[in-house]
Structures are given as structure tokens and as C-alpha cells.
């Protein structure tokens, strides 16, 4: 069977466009999904291995790719820009074969009037932003991943930018996508402001992290750049009552289009402040921005909390897009770090920071851990836990900490995944959320669309090993 589809995509894409050498393919055989970064980089040889990578440079030959797929029962891992922390495209221990998309990175205004671009899924998001900025728009999309990440992995995973405070989430930019299905073939979802015609099939293949087909085409919503940008920044006491004076603010509707408030660790560390540092970025028209600026202030000051020198902002604006090297830094002092997000409604966050936190610091081999929220809802907000471990006990801490982070958030009422997805690791959790019944609807999705399991399995570690 594999021979035969390797033959007949040989005759598809031509050699040069099919990659069987092994040592060309070791760039599939992890993502940055912290788990294998770290045993990587402890000399562990990775594994399974793709038998091939695939790059395609058009839609027509996704679809003959996922036919033949199909026919000689292939499993096909897609992969854009590989910066997903979950291990979303690894392959199963059976013989699979790696998509990678890179090639059909295209970038054309589908309705200049409208501000909505079409786009390839092999699109490296950096680029899309500079190809918008040149034209007076911007998408304001940044995930700290910003340099590598692409726009087919970020529609998979239902990525969320340091701006989804004010421009919203990747849900609320794509109007509409193309996504090559197994059992189906090509489905067309065009470009409209909103729709309600029965299922949305869009919002079905956001957050689907190439389990049930492969997004080929997508339609993003660009803003206009805004004529001003004020930073904004505050101090208070502690976690808590940042997270109050955020509330009043967002029920307000003053929000910074980007906002992000730090627990007293995360302030003392990056900023060496006491208490708990909010920084935000208001941006918009010149009155608006002003007014805005004027509302935020009067709330922190009648808050108890106090405004500092707006430039505090860019000590962490100048880094964000550096973790990658800070990851270096601590493996060399023999630490590395997991981060996992977690959201919870305003009467139940600080319930889920204050006993996650608690929980993870009684972990033997945890060093420290501290959060930060930097999306925010009428009704709540993300808690984004960075969790500094013992590189040596790995193996015995690293589902430990999940299991706290994951058993404690659900337990105080918080919901267990904001914007990383699931990947590999984050299953065994899923039913803690959705119950059986939850489950057994994904698997019917799932069965349905993809009923010879040629995606990406749906549950690769089940769900038994949350009951142990
Ligand atoms: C330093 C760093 C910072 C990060 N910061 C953020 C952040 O701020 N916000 C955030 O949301 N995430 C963040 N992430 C996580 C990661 O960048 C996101 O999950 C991103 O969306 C992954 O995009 P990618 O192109 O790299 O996807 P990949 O890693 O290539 O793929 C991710 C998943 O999507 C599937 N997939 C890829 N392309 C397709 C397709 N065309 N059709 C169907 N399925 C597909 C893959 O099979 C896989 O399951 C960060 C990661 C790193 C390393």
C-alpha cells in the first residue's frame, strides 16, 4: 500500500517535491512541544519517523493526495510552521506521511474593499503581516510564535495574539476556509461576515488540528492600522485585584486592544516590581484612544492601584518574541519550563490560580511557577501558567504537572484548554470537560469524516490514562 501511493505521488509532485532522504526528514520529527524539545535535547533519538514528506504547491494536488491517501489507507500528518507545543504533528507508530504545506504560501486580496486576504495555509504569518502593513492593514494577530508560526497551523489549533483582547481571537478573523475531507473531498465554506445556515462547517475545522482533513485555502479579515497607539501601564498590590480592576474594565468596554496583567511572580521577575504589574496598548482613532486612556486611569486610580511610567510596557514589548532562546538559557542552569492555559469565568479565577499554584509548587521538582492573563472576555479571562521544572526528573514530574494543572482548574471550575489545543498531551483530560457524551460526539464527528483514520488519530493516548 505504500509503495503504491508513494509511486503514484512520485508521479503527482516529481522528486524534487517528495522527500524520502532520512536525514532531510528529521526536521518532522518533533514540533516545540516542550516534552521531546527537552528529551532532544538530553541526546534522546526521537521517534516514530515519517516515511516521506509531501509538499504540495496547489489545492488540486491535496485533493489527489488525500484520495490516494485514502484509497491505499495512508495516515497523513498535515504541518505549516511546526511551532505547535502539543506534539500535534507527530505521527502515529504506524507508517504515516508528513504534509507539509510550506509551499502553498500565497497571499492575494480576495476583496480589497472588505479587507479580506486569501491565503495559502503554508503562509508564514510574519510575512502575511508584512505583505498587510504595506497596504495600510494589519491582521493583529501576534501569538509569541509570530516569526515561525503558519496560518494553517494557526487555524488548526485555534490560535489566540496578544491582541484577542481587542481584535479577537483566529476564530474571529477567518470568514471562511477550504479543507480537503477524507470521506468527502473538497468543501468550500466561501468568505461571509457571519452565516446561519444549520452547522457552522467552518467553526468545525478551527480548533480540528488535522484530524479531519486539510485546510488548503483560508480567508482572513484584516483591520485597518490604527491612526494611534497609546501604552498604558499599572500597578497593584497583588494577582487578585489586577484581575478586578481588569474585569471593570472590560465590562466597561475600555479595554487595550492588547492587555496583559502579571501575577507578583511574573512582575518581580520580568519587571523586578513589587506587586502586580497590567501593561496595555489602546489603539484606534485619536479621540477614542484618548477617551479610552481617560477611563482605564480613572478606574485604576479609584481601584487603589496606581499608574506607572507607560515605558514599563516595553521591557516585556522588546522580549516577547524571544522565548525561544530564554528555553536555551534555563536548560543550561539544568531547568526547562512547561506552559499550560487554562481560562476561567470572573467569580472562579482566582480560586483556579491561587490552588493551581499552590498544588504546583507541593510537586517535588517544580522550582517555581507564576501566571499572567492576556485575553480577556466580558465573562472572564485565560490564566497562562509558566512552570519551571528540574530538567533531570522529567520523566517522573512532567504528567504531574499536568495532571494538577488540568484535575485543579477543572475542579474549581475553570475550563482546561484556552489556545495551544491538545495535540497529544491534552486528550487524556478532554472528558474531565465534556464528559462521555462529549467524547462520543467528537468520535462520531470524527468517524463520520474520516472513517478509515487517515487523519491524525483523534484520542492517541484515550482517555483511561485520566482514570488512573
Ligand atoms: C515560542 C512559542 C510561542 C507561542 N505562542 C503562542 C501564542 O501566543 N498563542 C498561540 O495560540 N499559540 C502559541 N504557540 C503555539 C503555536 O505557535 C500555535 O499552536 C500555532 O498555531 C501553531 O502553528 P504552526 O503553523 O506552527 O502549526 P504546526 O505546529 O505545523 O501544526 C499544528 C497543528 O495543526 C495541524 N495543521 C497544520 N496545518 C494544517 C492544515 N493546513 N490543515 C489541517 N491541520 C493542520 C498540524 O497537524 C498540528 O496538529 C507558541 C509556540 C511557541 C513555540
Redesign the pocket.
Known amino acids: 500500500m505504500l509503495k503504491q501511493f508513494m509511486r503514484e505521488v512520485s508521479k503527482l509532485l516529481g522528486e524534487e517535491r517528495l522527500i524520502t532522504d532520512p536525514s532531510d526528514l528529521e526536521a518532522y520529527v518533533r ?2 512541544w516542550p516534552y521531546l524539545v527537552i528529551k532532544e535535547a538530553k541526546g534522546a533519538k526521537l521517534g516514530p519517523r515519517p516515511k516521506a514528506a509531501l509538499l504540495p504547491e496547489t489545492e488540486d494536488e491535496v485533493v489527489e493526495i488525500v484520495r490516494l491517501a485514502e484509497r491505499e489507507r495512508i495516515v497523513l ?9 502539543l506534539g ?2 507527530l505521527g502515529p507508530d504506524q507508517d504515516f506521511v508528513i504534509v507539509d ?1 510550506g509551499r502553498m504560501n500565497w497571499i492575494r486580496w480576495f476583496d480589497e474593499e472588505a479587507g479580506i486576504v486569501d491565503v495559502g ?1 503554508g503562509t508564514l504569518l510574519i510575512e502575511l503581516e508584512k505583505w498587510l502593513n504595506d497596504r495600510g492593514k494589519s491582521l493583529r494577530h501576534y ?3 509570530l516569526p ?3 496560518i ?3 487555524v ?2 485555534r ?4 491582541y484577542s483582547t481587542g481584535y479577537g481571537s483566529i476564530e474571529n478573523l477567518v470568514k471562511g476556509l477550504n479543507v480537503v475531507i477524507p470521506s468527502i473531498g473538497l468543501l468550500r465554506v466561501p468568505p461571509a461576515p457571519r452565516r446561519s445556515l444549520l452547522y457552522p462547517l467552518k467553526e468545525l475545522f478551527i480548533g ?3 484530524t479531519l ?3 488548503t485555502r483560508v480567508y482572513l479579515e484584516a483591520a485597518d492600522l490604527p491612526e494611534k497607539s497609546q501604552k498604558i501601564s499599572w500597578l497593584c498590590n497583588d494577582f487578585s485585584r489586577s484581575l478586578k480592576v481588569a474585569k471593570v474594565i472590560v465590562r466597561k468596554r475600555v479595554s487595550p486592544e492588547l492587555f496583559r496583567v502579571f501575577d507578583n511572580f511574573e512582575t518581580q521577575i520580568t519587571f523586578g516590581d513589587e506587586g502586580s504589574l497590567s501593561v496595555g496598548i489602546i489603539e484606534g482613532e485619536k479621540d477614542l484612544v484618548e477617551s479610552k486612556y481617560e477611563a482605564i486611569s480613572r478606574v485604576v486610580k479609584l481601584s487603589g492601584c496606581k499608574l506607572v511610567d507607560s515605558k514599563k510596557a516595553d521591557v516585556w514589548l522588546e522580549e516577547r518574541f524571544n ?2 532562546k530564554k528555553i536555551k538559557d534555563l536548560f543550561k542552569v539544568g531547568l526547562a519550563f512547561e506552559t499550560i492555559e487554562v481560562s476561567a469565568t470572573w467569580g472562579r479565577i482566582v480560586d483556579v490560580y491561587k490552588h493551581v499554584i499552590e498544588s504546583l509548587l507541593r510537586l517535588k521538582g517544580v522550582e517555581y511557577t507564576g501566571a499572567h492573563s492576556g485575553h480577556f472576555y466580558g465573562s472572564g479571562a485565560a490564566l497562562y501558567f509558566t512552570i519551571v521544572f528540574d530538567v533531570e526528573r522529567l520523566d517522573e514530574i512532567y504528567d504531574k504537572i499536568w495532571d494538577v494543572v488540568m484535575e485543579t482548574t477543572n475542579e474549581y471550575g475553570g475550563s482546561i484548554g484556552h ?3 491538545v ?1 497529544v498531551q491534552r486528550w487524556k483530560w478532554i472528558e474531565l470537560e465534556y464528559g462521555d457524551n462529549g467524547i462520543k460526539v467528537m468520535s462520531s464527528i470524527k468517524r463520520a469524516l474520516d472513517p478509515n483514520g487517515i487523519m ?1 488519530d483523534l484520542m492517541p493516548f484515550k482517555i483511561s490514562r485520566c482514570k488512573k
Open positions: 514540533d516545540y500528518i498535515p504541518y505549516a510552521g511546526g511551532t505547535g507545543v500535534g504533528t504545506l495555509p501569538p509569541q510564535s515561525e508560526a503558519a494553517g497551523g494557526l488548526a489549533t490560535s489566540s495574539g496578544q480540528s488540528e488535522g482533513g486539510i485546510i522565548v525561544i489556545h495551544h489545543g495535540g491524525r
